[in-house]
């Protein structure tokens, strides 16, 4: 792999906050050993889950952690990803990943699943299907879901199905539309934003797996980390936020090691322009590079106003420092 500068300045012999992690290098603490260990015991007792948490709080890489506990014999996990599909195309996505030759109809592709289920079952195999991004499934999906589990005149159990999403989804399974589905759902697990003692070990864990043999943040900068990524874990750079004040005049296009940022600058009336966007070029790099470990490839800085000495300050909060 070729070094990048923030990997050769920190000592480091991979990126440290990539999400090309192998499931068995993940982090996993005491709080995200027991999601693991819920779901597993609940595909084993092939049980239906529900699995909520905020975007980048690791509900996908629990998935993946779960596929590296369970055993390869006796299960077959399927991971759907793409839940924006109408119900019949959902069907022919889960017989593709099967391994089945997708049928035209709604009704065949659906024969085409549960023959198969019932197959496997046969040879005391029990599927477990994953449907990450579960909130964004179309009603119609959702409301055949519940379909899928009825085996032998709804008697046996011989999937799991483990529904994954955003907080929203528990508010969409507890409407009356959707409740014969809720019914089937053995257990809820919510996954929640890591405290700032967590955030300090994932840093920590993913510097030294990274190969970084010291200390490179202070603690106020994780407990400053903690609070700029409300306890998720996916990187976070300027641009990212929700906040709009904070992130007006502030763009960033940003890729698995490096990041491009376009920032606009409203300068005093008199001040060297050039001066200005040199200083600020420098501690925006010092200041991304440190807190993201993305190399910054790329600062264009566009003076969008000059303030004249006469001028009100009427936003002083959306002006770059
Ligand atoms: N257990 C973990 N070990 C190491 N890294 C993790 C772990 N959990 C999350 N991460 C890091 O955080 C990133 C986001 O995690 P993940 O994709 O699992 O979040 P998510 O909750 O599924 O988000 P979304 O709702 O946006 O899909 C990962 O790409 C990875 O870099
Ligand atoms: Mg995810």
């Keep these: 792999m070729k070094k990048t500068k923030v990997m050769s300045t920190f000592g480091l012999n991979a990126p440290a906050f990539s999400k090309e992690i192998a499931d068995k290098d993940l982090w996993l603490p005491p709080s995200k050993r027991e999601l693991v260990d819920e779901i597993v015991e609940a595909v084993s007792e092939r049980q239906s889950v529900l699995l909520t948490g905020e975007p980048g709080t690791g509900k996908t890489c629990v998935l993946r952690a779960v596929r590296h506990r369970l055993p ?68 119609d999906t959702l409301d055949h879901l519940h379909i899928l589990l009825n085996y032998e005149w709804d008697s046996k159990a011989l999937l799991s199905l ?108 008199g001040v060297s322009i050039a001066d200005v966007a040199k200083d600020v070029r420098e501690n925006v790099i010092a200041a991304v590079e440190r807190m993201t470990g993305l190399e910054v490839v790329e600062v264009n800085i566009a003076v969008s106003d000059v303030k004249l000495p006469d001028e009100e300050e009427d936003e002083p909060e959306t002006r770059l420092q």
Excluded at 122 to 139: G, I, M, N, S, T
Excluded at 206 to 232: I, K, M, V, W, Y
């Design 72 to 139: 390869g014999e006796g299960f077959r996990l399927t991971y759907c990803h793409n839940a924006t599909l109408g119900r019949r195309d959902f069907y022919r996505q889960l017989c593709l990943a099967l391994g089945l030759t997708p049928s035209a109809t709604a009704a065949a592709v659906f024969y085409a699943v549960s023959t198969h289920v019932a197959d496997l079952a046969k040879d005391r195999v029990y599927p477990a299907f994953l449907l990450d991004e579960a909130h964004l499934l179309h009603q």
């Design 162 to 269: 483990i529904l994954v999403g955003l907080p929203e989804l528990r508010d969409r399974l507890d409407l009356r539309r959707n409740r014969s589905l809720c019914s089937r759902i053995h257990r809820r697990i919510s996954i929640d934003a890591l405290t700032p003692d967590d955030t300090a070990a994932y840093v920590e864990m993913r510097l030294e797996r990274a190969g970084c043999g010291r200390q490179l943040f202070t603690a106020d900068a994780l407990a400053l980390l903690h609070e700029h990524t409300f306890g998720a874990m996916r990187e976070r750079v300027p641009g990212g936020s929700s906040s709009k004040s904070a992130t007006r005049g502030v763009k960033a296009e940003v890729g698995e090691v490096q990041t491009a940022l376009d920032l606009e600058i409203v300068v005093d009336y």
